[in-house]
């Protein structure tokens, strides 16, 4: 996963840009096309490939994407002014849907007790993969774009053959739930789907502002801006686990609750924040609060997975979640044309809230359902 998500962000953030805008001389709208391209298979691949895993196998469905996500990255190296990008990353998208299902499926399988800090681990290990990735790559950029383009192919490469060592579909889990069976277990926990959708929409809402934001109203510009970014997303990396496991002890109830009322403070006053130390400190508060909401967010929905179609239910989750991370720019974009720079935090501040207060009242116990045959 972590090999993948460094490709991915890699080529999402640095490197078709660049070979759009620079190496092409077309405009970025392009690059920004086989970017939607890319997501809009990733998300509606998510709950088929998650279905073929509980049927083959971790194993043999990831090898298979990731070996398809290098065919598509190999046609993009290849590729030329009149080329197809957004075919080509529209390809890459259907490669590594089957990643999250897979890896949280296999992660999470017969670990009742300590669930939440493994899926905190597998969240700090993507928040590292999408940081680490576009840094280095920019020290390579423009001059030496063709070389990151050989890199992220060796990269994607090894990515493959360690997905070859994923395990095969274990014969102790029993025949695979049929489909009308899963969408029966999809139905009892679509109480969640509202909750998933509006968590990564809130996450969309705020993305084509962010830069906005820290360059023009707050000024940041170079070291300054990286130390920003990497004020909330390194604090979240450092306490992800930890918190995990507090979601364990503790229940999912607590850390969602304060996770989602201290996230929707936070965005309310960064919204404000005109200066770098009160925003740093917002940012960081931020990143506290989704180190709490992640784990057990996610912890909660392994909760309700049936043990005979727990990719699948991980397949239909991501893909909610990935509509959401979609219909968020949009709003995003029409709340700061409204009330800018304050209306994109304002507007997810308030969708967190709503979140805080129905998952402090909802009864969160009738969702457990992994033992149900």
Not at 8 to 30: C, E, H, K
Not at 294 to 320: D, K, Y
Request: charged fraction near 10%; proline fraction near 6%.
């Amino acid at each position: 996963m972590f090999l993948s998500e460094f490709v991915r962000a890699t080529v999402l953030v640095s490197l078709l840009p660049d070979l759009v805008t620079v190496s092409f001389g077309l405009p970025l709208s392009i690059a920004a096309f086989a970017i939607s391209a890319h997501y809009l298979m990733d998300t509606f691949g998510r709950s088929p490939s998650g279905w073929l895993v509980d049927r083959f196998g971790a194993r043999a469905v990831t090898g298979t994407g990731t070996l398809i996500s290098l065919f598509a990255l190999f046609m993009v190296s290849r590729s030329t002014v009149t080329s197809p990008l957004w075919l080509f990353l529209a390809v890459y998208g259907i490669g590594t849907s089957p990643l999250w299902p897979s890896v949280i499926t296999t992660a999470t399988r017969g670990r009742e007790q300590r669930r939440g800090g493994v899926i905190g681990g597998i969240f700090a290990i993507w928040i590292v993969a999408i940081g680490v990735g576009p840094v280095l790559m920019n020290f390579l950029l423009p001059a030496h774009l063709k070389t990151g383009l050989m890199i992220i192919l060796a990269v994607q490469s090894v990515a493959f053959l360690l997905a070859l060592l994923l395990p095969a579909r274990a014969d102790h889990l029993g025949v695979p739930l049929p489909s009308l069976a899963v969408w029966r277990q999809v139905g009892k926990v679509s109480v969640l789907f509202p909750g998933m959708f509006a968590q990564t929409m809130t996450i969309g809402i705020l993305l084509p502002e962010l830069n906005l934001f820290l360059h023009n109203v707050l000024n940041l510009i170079g070291f300054r801006y990286g130390e920003m970014l990497a004020v909330g997303g390194g604090l979240a990396v450092l306490l992800m686990v930890p918190l995990g496991r507090l979601a364990d002890r503790a229940g999912v109830r607590r850390p969602l609750v304060i996770g989602f009322g201290l996230a929707a403070v936070g965005l309310v006053l960064l919204g404000q924040a005109r200066q770098f130390w009160p925003a740093a400190l917002l940012a960081a508060l931020i990143g506290v609060a989704y180190a709490l909401i992640l784990p057990a967010w996610n912890t909660l929905l392994a909760s309700t997975v049936h043990p005979r179609a727990e990719a699948s239910l991980w397949g239909v989750f991501m893909t909610v979640e990935g509509l959401g991370l979609t219909v968020g720019p949009v709003l995003g974009a029409a709340a700061w044309g409204l009330m800018k720079p304050e209306g994109p935090f304002l507007l997810a501040a308030i969708i967190l809230a709503v979140m805080c207060v129905f998952y402090a009242i909802y009864p969160l116990e009738r969702l457990k359902l992994r033992d149900e045959t």
